[in-house]
């Protein structure tokens, strides 16, 4: 896993991204994996591409997708005007799960809020993904909060 590179994801990327989202029970149930790309995947990508406080990062191994994830760099009041880095929509290629390669994705991503002056990542996930809970208490982060969403 050393010649693992993390970039910026490009347009080209998107069917690799899409297919790492839907590759899971979950989002075999909420993702659409057909080619082309569904259009909303399109619009969403540009509108990520262009705002400078949302980076979609993909790992790269041999010039392959094999990681992705979201990586929101929010402003607030709250916390003295601190930053905060949302890390979000975060896939491992089957093939390359138990690698290390998340906790390398992961340490990679917290450089990037460091950077950016962020005083914590956060990230939410669902109740139903048990071993990503594990994982991301093994990483140093806490399950302090409870969150809620609402389907629109």
């Known amino acids: 896993m050393a010649d693992v590179t993390f970039r910026s994801a ?19 149930q909420r993702e659409d994996a057909g080619s082309p790309p569904n259009p909303r995947y399109v619009e969403a990508f540009r509108a990520i591409d262009a705002d400078p406080n949302q980076l979609q990062v993909v790992a790269t191994l041999d010039g392959e997708v094999i990681g992705t994830l979201q990586l929101t760099f929010i402003p607030g009041l709250a916390r003295k005007g601190a930053w905060r880095g949302q890390i979000e929509g975060v ?12 906790q390398r994705m992961f340490e990679w991503a917290i450089a990037q809020c460091r950077a950016r002056g962020c005083s914590l990542v956060q990230l939410t996930t669902d109740k139903e993904r048990p071993d990503a809970h594990r994982f991301y208490e093994r990483l140093g982060l806490v ?4 969150g809620y969403k609402l389907a629109l």
Do not use: F, T
Request: net charge negative; aromatic share 0%; no cysteine.
């Open 10 to 28: 490009q347009a080209a990327d998107l069917p690799a991204i899409i297919a790492l989202l839907a590759d899971d029970p979950l989002g075999q």
């Open 91 to 102: 896939r491992i290629a089957a093939a390359h799960r138990g690698s290390g390669l998340g």
């Open 143 to 146: 399950g302090s909060h409870i």
